[in-house]
């Protein structure tokens, strides 16, 4: 299934040679650089959209699997790392409303839910659940960033021919602060009882796979947070399945310093005279 997860954007015309195709790239990205300063979101050259160059490098990502200490215990693949090409493009999506690089994050995102499904036993269909933003965040975007990559990747595996579908099982409880800028212990608090279930699922598919979906892992928290709701209310959570992910090194390291951090906070609290 992984080899028919790719995006057929950058293919040429039938009957068009590759020489006359790149004339024709090369003087419509000249012109949109000099009428309309637009440009590659991954690299900045001048370009309509994502460069081919990009392209190649953005699908050239093997899927990995993570190991965040928050999300131990469920499987976690990502299409493709965070730092570097692919954080540029969520971070573009996200903040600079280019929308049109959803389709190649959907394309990553489907080839992790793939790889995801190589390693743990399901049956159809497999539910893509999208991790809730808060609503300041998408009015801000413009776009729910998350639920049109989980929509974008849920098109890519059913070409493939695969029974998936896309549902918001997952919304907000109550206010959270954007996780940006937050340390790994204040994202713990940011989000811990923040989310619950809009409506349980029909008794058919309460057996049936959901794999929480988002853009980008970075302690795991907002997985976590999800797993637990929907494990709370007895659904079949098989793994996790991001766009893209830190690098788990980063994640030990911080919750390493935390917890050295956190633990003498604790005890002096508890011998504290009340
Ligand atoms: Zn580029």
Avoid at 10 to 23: D, V
Avoid at 79 to 84: I, M, N
Avoid at 121 to 133: F, M, Q, R, V
């Amino acid at each position: 299934m992984a080899s028919v997860i790719h995006n057929q954007g950058a293919e040429r015309p039938k009957g068009q040679s590759a020489t006359h195709s790149q004339f024709m790239m090369t003087w419509r990205d000249a012109a949109a650089d000099m009428f309309l300063g637009a440009t590659c979101p991954g690299c900045q050259r001048p370009s309509w959209r994502l460069c081919d160059d990009c392209r190649a490098q953005l699908a050239a990502y093997p899927a990995e699997l993570h190991n965040k200490s928050a999300l131990s215990g469920l499987p976690h693949w990502a299409g493709a790392p965070f730092a570097g090409l692919a954080g540029h493009l969520v971070t573009a999506a996200k903040d600079r409303r280019r929308w049109d690089v959803i389709p190649h994050l959907g394309a990553r995102l489907a080839t992790a839910v793939v790889e995801l499904l190589a390693s743990v036993p399901w049956l159809e269909p497999i539910w893509l659940t999208p991790i809730p933003s808060a609503p300041s965040a998408v009015r801000r975007r413009g776009l729910d960033v998350s639920c049109r990559l989980a929509a974008s990747a849920q098109g890519f595996l059913r070409q493939a021919g695969l029974d998936c579908r896309t549902q918001r099982w997952l919304r907000l409880a109550r206010p959270v602060a954007d996780q940006a800028g937050l340390n790994y212990h204040q994202r713990q608090l940011n989000l811990a009882g923040a989310y619950r279930l809009i409506r349980s699922p029909p008794a058919a598919d309460r057996q049936a796979g959901l794999i929480l979906v988002d853009d980008v892992a970075t302690t795991g928290a907002s997985l976590a947070e999800g797993w637990r709701v929907c494990r709370q209310a007895d659904l079949m959570v098989l793994g996790a399945a991001t766009v893209t992910a830190t690098s788990d090194r980063y994640d030990s390291a911080v919750a390493s310093v935390v917890n050295r951090i956190q633990v003498p906070v604790l005890r002096q609290e508890k011998t504290s005279p009340a």
